[in-house]
């Protein structure tokens, strides 16, 4: 599944954002497994997993669109 997703856009939203307390923009890593999120806080870190889950999702939806547009043309 992580084969289609791409971690560099990801990456990017997730390690725009800034932690409202400490001013501090939190690490996104990608391992062998998905990825992981380094941040000051556990507040912010769980604030930033609901956000991953909501790019994983547009990510993977753009990636069926993709699949099924190059399945279906001929």
Avoid: W
């Avoid at 992981?36 to 870190?45: A, H, L, P």
């Avoid at 547009?58 to 279906?72: D, H, I, L």
Wanted: hydrophobic share 30%; glycine share 2%; proline share 1%.
């Amino acid at each position: 599944m992580s084969d289609f997703l791409d971690y560099r856009v990801i990456k990017r939203k997730i390690e725009s954002e800034v932690c409202t307390e400490h001013n501090v923009s939190p690490e996104f890593i990608k391992t062998a497994k998905g990825f992981q999120i380094n941040s000051c806080c556990e507040e912010f870190k769980n604030k930033l997993i609901e956000k991953s889950k909501k790019h994983i999702a547009e990510q993977t939806k753009s990636a069926v669109e993709q699949m099924m547009k190059k399945a279906f043309k001929r």
